[in-house]
């Protein structure tokens, strides 16, 4: 007796999904010992990314916050897989034609490789190792989807060479054929389903970042002065007054973090410029004066009210004296800088040669960068988006004008000079939590860098503004905690909100706007319920 046409199709799509994790499995594994841009789910994924609108990118970054990344290498994943279980069975009858699915996936792969702007950045990469993942994955797939045919065929009955002409003398000795060409499929299956998990075992250990190297002793031409005190502990709940390491937001278009070598690593300063020159890291920090800064940075992407703004103390050299040691020519207006994965960023030339201390930072917190974070060395400009100044993994800044070149996100509609605006947070009560009815303590942070914040307000329902007790300033690029204890006897729900004013006197618009082109605005509330 043959076996049913769904357990048939099920064997023969298995056949395609496994051949495709084998494929996958091996080009990263390759990917790992020559260029892990070009992995090939990294790729593909990394082309969906420059292909999304910026609405959809903006909509996942809101929906799945820092899980974005791994959402979207998942549907490339799940879609890869649907596609190669149909591969599969179709190479039932028609082999060829799932060999040139197969085929065309790795087409795609390649050519995703070849267009990575990770990939473009290193142009000793486009021709060489960035064909090779690919390469091995479409071999490997297409090897694994004949041999698991071959074997499917047997196991399914698929063959009529395959099926006994008399079962019943089987039946007799105890000999079935098919019981034995079912068993070699699922062995085969299971050596191509083991030899995948390791190969993707490995390619993984290789493409992981080595550990930071610590920096040692450094020079502080001028360091920061202490933190003031906050309210931690004042104010359960509320957001630390330093960020710690491990909560620091990240945002950014990267799939893998570059793995740059600080011995390696360099700075090139050039374009319009008198004396272009490129900056080791050792003569970074040694020839020109270190500086230390509390600064708050935040993501343009973050929503009223988000979590895309962290705090901490930062060490660098200021991009002025940078850029005064290269002689910017005049006509210049814009500086744009370049990422070890490609990633192009334009900032206004005032914005780096002010005195906002604009810097080239090497170290967060007291020790060197994390490799997320833009080790060995990123740059910070107080009172812009992340978007128009924080390029990490930098190695390149080029004095150039907005007409003749276009950043990353200038050719995707963003804003090409965007001061962070007036924001405030409410960190507790959290939306929907439920207080005893009394006095609510409502805190939170605002900021408005470069301006300060000098007055947070905080309202129940439609009720008048009631000022908010602030905690001492830190400086004026840096967020300040605040809280406000305020009166609720009536049970039910009820909606908190908060505004700030900053150092000008301007006070935090009520006007709702999307974070794109230029950030986000209005009034963040949380609703509550009083018991």
């Known amino acids: 007796m043959g076996s049913s046409p769904l357990r048939d199709r099920s ?13 996958m499995a091996a080009g990263h594994l390759v990917a790992g010992l020559v260029l892990a841009d070009a992995s090939p789910v990294v790729a593909v994924s990394t082309t969906v990314i420059e292909s999304t609108p910026e609405w959809l990118k903006s909509w996942a970054i809101r929906r799945f916050g820092n899980s974005d990344k791994a959402v979207l290498v998942g549907s490339v994943v799940t879609a890869t897989l649907i596609a190669a279980a149909g591969a599969g069975l179709l190479s039932r009858r028609r082999p060829a034609a799932g060999t040139g699915i197969v085929a065309l996936l790795g087409v795609a792969v390649v050519l995703a490789a070849r267009n990575s702007p990770a990939v473009m950045a290193n142009t000793d990469a486009v021709l060489g190792p960035s064909v090779l993942p690919g390469a091995a994955a479409t071999v490997v797939a297409g090897a694994a989807l004949w041999w698991l045919r071959g074997l499917a065929l ?18 007799a000795t105890g000999h079935h054929p098919g019981a034995v060409a079912r068993r070699r499929f699922l062995t085969g299956a299971a050596a191509i389903a083991g030899a ?18 610590e920096l040692g002793s450094l020079d502080l031409a001028e360091p920061a002065p202490a933190l003031p005190r906050s309210l931690d502990g004042v104010v359960p709940g509320i957001t630390p007054l330093r960020t710690p390491l491990r909560d620091f937001y990240r945002v950014d278009t990267a799939l893998v973090v570059p793995r740059v070598d600080r011995g390696s690593w360099s700075l090139e300063v050039s374009g319009d410029v008198e004396r272009p020159r490129r900056w080791t890291f050792d003569e970074l920090t040694t020839q020109l004066p270190l500086i230390e800064r509390d600064l708050t940075l935040n993501c343009v992407s973050n929503e009223v009210g988000g979590p895309y703004v962290s705090s901490g103390r930062w060490i660098g050299v200021r991009t002025r004296d940078l850029l005064e040691r290269a002689g910017v020519r005049s006509g210049v207006d814009q500086i744009l800088s370049r990422s070890a994965d490609g990633m192009t960023i334009s900032t206004p030339l005032a914005a780096l040669t002010d005195d906002r201390d604009a810097m080239v930072a090497i170290a967060l917190d007291g020790a060197a960068l994390p490799r997320a974070r833009g080790y060995p060395a990123r740059l910070l400009t107080p009172g812009l988006y992340g978007f128009v100044g924080a390029t990490k993994w930098l190695v390149g800044l080029k004095a150039t004008t907005y007409e003749a070149e ?10 090409t000079d965007a001061p962070v605006k007036t924001q405030s947070r409410i960190d507790t009560p959290r939306s929907f939590a439920e207080v005893p009815a009394g006095t609510v303590r409502v805190g939170g942070v ?17 009720g008048p503004w009631t000022d908010a007790t602030l905690g001492l300033e830190v400086n004026i690029d840096y967020w300040r905690q605040w809280y406000c204890d305020v009166e609720i006897t009536a049970a039910g729900r009820h909606d908190l909100t908060v505004r700030a004013t900053d150092g ?14 230029d950030g986000a605005s209005g009034h963040a509330s949380v609703s509550i319920r009083v018991a």
Do not use: K
């Not at 064997?11 to 494929?23: E, K, P």
């Not at 605002?446 to 439609?462: K, L």
């Not at 000008?504 to 082109?517: K, N, S, W, Y």
């Open 504 to 517: 000008g006197g301007q006070v935090q618009t009520a006007e709702r706007a999307r974070p794109f082109p």
């Open 196 to 213: 995948s998990a390791t190969m993707g075992v490995a390619g993984q250990r290789l493409t992981r970042p080595d550990p930071v190297s």
């Open 11 to 23: 064997a023969f799509a298995l056949v395609g999904v496994l051949a495709a994790i084998a494929g």
């Open 406 to 415: 276009e950043a990353y996100w200038t050719r995707r509609g963003w804003s």
């Open 154 to 171: 047997g196991a399914t009955n698929g063959s009529e060479e395959l099926r006994p002409e008399h079962p019943s003398d089987h039946a």
């Open 446 to 462: 605002a900021w408005a860098q470069g301006r300060g914040i000098d007055r947070v307000e905080v309202r129940v329902d439609d």
